[in-house]
């Protein structure tokens, strides 16, 4: 399972999409296009997405960008993985 697949399962699993995410690409639209997606649901998805991938993030890399779509969503866990590697 690649990057973007294991936050599509996160993303499934905190917003309880009931596998609607097998569906998405990385270009699918998050932010403003899942009505799931509130700020309660956004505090769930960063902590689903820490526990997943062993991750913290920096709070001036969470804002709104990073959730607009799929793809920018996997480039903020994958920024944050890169600055866990020794």
């Known amino acids: 399972m690649n990057l973007t697949e294991q936050v599509l399962h996160v993303l499934d699993s905190a917003l309880r999409l009931q596998g609607r995410t097998t569906e998405f690409t990385r270009d699918t639209p998050l932010l403003g296009a899942l ?10 998805l960063l902590t689903g997405l820490e526990n997943h ?16 779509c799929v793809g920018s969503l996997s480039d903020l ?10």
């Open 77 to 86: 866990v994958e920024q944050a993985l890169a600055r866990q590697d020794p």
């Open 35 to 44: 009505p799931e997606l509130d700020s309660m649901a956004v505090l769930a």
């Open 53 to 68: 991938f062993g991750i913290t993030f920096n709070d001036e890399d969470v804002n709104g960008s990073a959730f607009a």
